[in-house]
């Protein structure tokens, strides 16, 4: 298939829904282009393009082309664009290319992304590239790569810029200028001493504005916000979103300075928090890898123990039923309103899980918090269940009669206070164990309420009706 615009006039955008600017389209040219030896015109191409989105062209192009097509940019170019691809395809191009050329690549690569890249490759490729990086680099390398998956070592880099106290403004921005190149961001310089501990931090803003001859020491802040290496990496995401950081100090346990966390890797974090939420808030294990490129087994693993767990956790609601045959079978009606009352409680439960874990996880609410939240939950459930009873009632008397609608009232009352507190309560109850109250899921809540919430019914029916 031939593209009728000439590729060089081409401006991809991942958003469109025209099919002349879909990646897979445009990669179809782009192999053809290079089939033919036209490397010159897809050279045009792509450096023209943003490397993120040259990354998702590379990803639909076979293994052999996309490594060409890398080969193409520069080496500064090639090593921004392999921090966008997938996991996976970073490993397939570091176990394509010869040594020297992946550690050259490597070492170009920010210093964090680097430790990511090395952390995938298995225990032979490891050990086969590092001793051909520099002295700096490979102990740089084992230092970032040493760190926990879930630590803040873990996204930190420790290309900074620092700064000395006794530097005066002018020649703090010419130390900033040289530092530039290798810098993650010089718009925060971190000012240590001789031991590298933290003493201060400075903005480039300050440094601009600050007189020629005004000392470092004279503008910087002297009590900077700053995280330990070992803490838990979704703390630096909420310290940075909190005080609107660009970048966070981190602190070894000697607090030296041993790297920072840029506001970029903050929105990974974040990301990465956010999927690993609604995988629990489905019951789904955490899968380790894209969607895309799962596997039937993979998928298998992570959804059938909860689901399995779930069903035998049902058989309970069963039994309860079968307890109750004797009620059910002098009122047939009651069966009409059981799947609504029953999805009416988890429905109330889910709606209450939901608002609690969110307001837990951004620290909108916290533990001490539940008296008073305990006592408004009740009240809104009430009103709630009261509200739904006055809507169904109406459909009790014509299906059953004004006692039935009153145990369908009563009833629909009961379950959607009792689900909207087992909601409200399950999220409080993890994190006072410090479980994630993301576990608390809409599937678990609904389970333990349709348990509780066949009894309720069934043992009001009972009751009112004289059985």
């Known amino acids: 298939m031939t593209v009728q615009t000439p590729l060089s006039d081409i401006r991809f955008d991942r958003d469109s829904n025209d099919a002349d600017f879909d990646a897979a389209f445009i990669a179809v040219e782009i192999q053809r282009l290079m089939d033919e030896k036209r490397d010159d015109e897809v050279r045009e191409f792509v450096s023209a393009q943003e490397l993120a989105d040259v990354a998702a062209l590379i990803e639909e192009l076979p293994e052999d082309v ?89 996204v930190m880099t420790s290309d900074y810029a620092t700064l000395a106290p006794d530097l005066t403004s002018t020649k703090a921005i010419e130390a900033l200028r040289a530092q530039a190149i290798d810098a993650e961001t010089i718009y925060y310089a971190y000012i240590i001493d001789d031991d590298r501990k933290l003493i201060g931090v400075v903005s480039l803003r300050d440094l601009l504005v600050a007189r020629p001859s005004q000392r470092v020491s004279e503008v910087m802040d002297t009590e900077p916000v ?159 269940g009261v509200t739904m009873a006055v809507a169904v009632s109406t459909i009790g008397v014509w299906r059953g009669g004004p006692e039935i609608a009153l145990v369908v009232a009563l009833a629909m009352i009961s379950i959607v206070l009792m689900g909207a507190l087992i909601g409200m309560c399950l999220p409080f109850i993890f994190a006072k164990f410090d479980r994630d109250p993301a576990a608390a899921s809409g599937p678990l809540v609904t389970s333990i309420a349709d348990v509780l919430g066949v009894l309720i019914y069934f043992s009001i029916a009972a009751q009112l009706l004289g059985l």
């Open 226 to 384: 700053w995280i330990r290496a070992d803490d838990e990496q979704e703390d630096a995401a909420k310290l940075i979103a909190r005080y609107d950081l660009l970048a966070l100090p981190v602190l070894d346990n000697n607090d030296r300075l041993v790297g920072i966390v840029t506001a970029d890797d903050a929105m990974d974090v974040t990301e990465e928090e956010v999927t690993e939420d609604f995988y629990k808030g489905a019951i789904v294990q955490p899968i380790e890898m894209s969607l895309a490129e799962a596997t039937i087994a993979t998928l298998y693993k992570a959804r059938i123990f909860w689901l399995v767990l779930l069903v035998f956790g049902n058989i309970f609601s069963g039994a309860g039923i079968a307890y109750f045959e004797d009620t059910i079978a002098a009122h047939l009606a009651l069966l009409f309103f059981l799947p609504l009352l029953i999805a009416s409680g988890g429905n109330a439960g889910t709606q209450s899980a939901t608002l609690m874990v969110r307001a837990l996880a951004t620290g909108d609410v916290r533990p001490a918090d539940f008296g008073r939240l305990l006592s408004r939950e009740v009240v809104v459930a009430l009103t709630l």
């Open 66 to 154: 996309d490594l060409q097509v890398m080969r193409l940019l520069t080496l500064h170019d090639q090593a921004e664009l392999l921090g966008y691809l997938r996991p996976s395809s970073q490993i397939a191009i570091a176990h394509c290319i010869p040594r020297r050329e992946l550690v050259a690549l490597m070492t170009a690569m920010s210093h964090d992304e680097r430790a990511d890249l090395y952390k995938q490759l298995n225990e032979e490729a490891q050990e086969a590239i590092l001793p051909a990086f520099a002295k700096a680099e490979r102990e740089d390398l084992r230092r970032l790569a040493a760190y926990e998956e879930w630590t803040v070592g873990s």
